[in-house]
């Protein structure tokens, strides 16, 4: 299983900020498009794993609390801000870096406090895409770029070793409007939901795991299905708004169906090499119902890519995946796809990209574009 992580590096000052061991003297001399690498094992990008951050504590010890009407309690594999927990040296209840529960039993639990990635051999590929010279020596922001993209995220998608992730409680699946989804999705809404960069970033990674001639189902689609327009491949749309699929340029033919009430489909079995789903994983209140007919949709060696954000109908999606840091959802649907029988192959992620400057958010988002999550699967050859 391979996780990969890509991070836009913005302002970047070889002269202020502080870099990664051997990352600066790689990139002296370096010109546009030139990439280096460094390895590093376990603990020597991010601070190694220590016995001392894994704390076995009493259930008293975790504050639970409540938030958006949710009862925050403890699970297994999950992953909570360390200010939850009580009489904890140097923490507060301000303190947002993550620990993990790595252990339960019927006396408490066990936090890994320890950055997500300690344990792992980490490779860092740096890429230049533009150059600037320096006009001049002033103060400003100093970059620590480790923390920039190491930080907040990274790691908290992989599994423990040998233990499934406890992600579904009783009130997982539940969502603030429990009325049919064909009523809300009535209306066409002839609009995309990620930023253009976005979708483009999204697009480029499904293309790694497309080849012309594929026969692809995009699952949950709409007027947008983030697939290149340029590459030969038959698309089915399975959505539910009619219109708005007829409008998508990239589908082939189109099917309305409603998956929260029907997780199957009358489609062929083994009628397609691809499935796609981009953006609307968070709606499914059946997921792994349906993915297990994906996989009867697909030929043996058949591939499934399912694209995430952090953008969705707020009334529409279920309240488990609110909960979730956005790197536990990508552990979330791997788990999904595990449970549904699929060979989980890779996840990969593109952060603080350029938002195009006419977009409508482009100021309150600062310039940065929507992040897209992507996680591919394999049915068994």
Sequence with gaps: MLYEDR????RVNVWRDIFPKGLEEKLSGCRVDDSICCDYGPGQLVPPAREANVLRLPFEDFQQRTISGRHVTTRLGRFYPQGMLRDILGVFPSTTTPFRIVEMDDHGFVADCNH?????????????????????????????????FCNWGPGMQAHLPDTATDFVDKEFFDRIDTAADASFYA??????????????????IYSRSLQPGMRVL???????????????????????????????????????????????????????EAV??????????????VLNNVHDLLVPGGVLLVGLSNRWFPTKVISGWVDLHEFERVGYVLDCMQRAGFTCKEAVSMRNDWRPPWDDHFVETRGVSDPVYVVRAEKAA
């Design 7 to 10: 991070y836009l590096a913005r």
């Design 187 to 204: 209306d066409p809404r002839i609009i995309g939901h990620v930023d253009s960069q976005a979708s483009a970033n999204l697009q480029a």
């Design 116 to 148: 997500p990635l300690a344990r792992f051999p980490l490779t860092l590929e740096a890429r230049v895409l533009r150059l600037e010279d320096k006009s001049g020596e002033t103060g400003g922001r100093l970059s620590h770029w480790v923390e920039e």
């Design 276 to 289: 796609v789903c981009s953006l609307s994983f968070e709606y499914l209140t059946h997921p792994v119902a």
């Design 218 to 272: 995009d699952l949950m689609s709409s007027v947008e299905s983030h697939l290149p327009l340029e590459m030969d491949i038959v698309v089915t749309g399975l959505g539910l708004n009619g219109v708005e699929m007829s409008k998508n340029p990239r589908l082939s033919r189109y099917v309305v169906h409603d998956l929260n009430t029907d997780a199957t489909t009358l489609l062929q079995p083994s009628g397609y």
